[in-house]
């Protein structure tokens, strides 16, 4: 199986903030990567998906990057609704293993 | 809309079984791949099994083969998740999700339902 790997695995940032969660690889993936934001209680949400495609709906502060291996999600001038934890999760093969996640908290 | 709502969970023994329903609607189901994902309690995600939209192929975690069986019945938008011989290790919300063929997003997620394996 393809593992994932996440980090940091918690973030403390304030609003207005620049943010940057990693998320790498073990092998090769192509684009087939996502990311969701999950807050406490509530399922997760997509927010992203092919690496870099923004799901509709999206606010445009959040971007995706990268290809292969590294893959890495950007929230410009974060929001008091983005404090949340965010996963990436791999679809190329199974087991479209996730990442351990990663909690963004308010500094 | 796209709704998916899961029923079925509850408190159920080590070694027992559970079936797990999902009630889809909003779009036309047939067309979709379908998934379950679980979260055990603070924990992460865990995609658990996918069916195609024909119910020609499935595939699972390795941690539930030969215990789990996923299956739907498209005249019913209805997705349905068997839990067979089941452990503490399966305690977890179970989500069903639109989407999850290879290449296919998960782009719909149900509320999720609670299953807890304890004697």
Do not use: E
């Given at each position: 199986d393809i593992q994932m790997t996440q980090s940091p695995s918690t973030l403390s940032a304030s609003v207005g903030d620049r943010v940057t969660i990693t998320c790498r690889a073990s092998?090769?993936?192509?684009?087939?990567l996502a990311w969701f934001q999950q807050k406490p209680g509530k399922a997760p949400n997509l927010?992203?998906?092919?690496?870099?495609t923004l799901q509709g709906g999206?606010?445009?502060r959040f971007s995706g990057s990268g290809s292969g291996t590294e893959f890495t999600l950007t929230i410009n001038s974060?929001?008091?609704?983005?404090?949340a934890t965010y996963y990436c999760q791999q679809?190329?093969?199974?087991?479209?293993t996730f990442g351990g996640g990663t909690k963004v908290e308010i500094k | 809309e796209v709704q998916l709502v899961e029923s079925g969970g509850g408190l159920v023994q080590p070694g027992g079984s559970l079936r797990l329903s999902c009630a889809a609607s909003g779009?036309?189901?047939?067309?979709y791949w379908m998934s379950w994902v679980r979260q055990a309690p603070g924990k992460g995600l865990e995609w658990v099994a996918n069916i195609r939209p024909d119910g020609s192929e499935e595939n699972y975690v390795d941690s539930v083969k030969g215990r789990f069986t996923i299956s739907r019945d498209n005249a019913k938008s209805s997705l349905y998740l068997q839990m067979n011989?089941?452990?503490?290790?399966?305690t977890a919300v179970y989500y069903c999700v639109r989407g999850g063929g290879?290449?296919?997003?998960?782009?719909y997620w149900g509320q999720g339902i609670l299953v807890t394996v304890s004697s």
């Open positions: 092998q090769n993936v192509d684009s087939w927010l992203i998906y092919k690496a870099s999206v606010p445009s974060l929001q008091p609704d983005d404090f679809y190329k093969s199974y087991s479209f | 779009f036309t189901f047939s067309n011989s089941l452990r503490a290790a399966d290879s290449g296919s997003i998960l782009d």
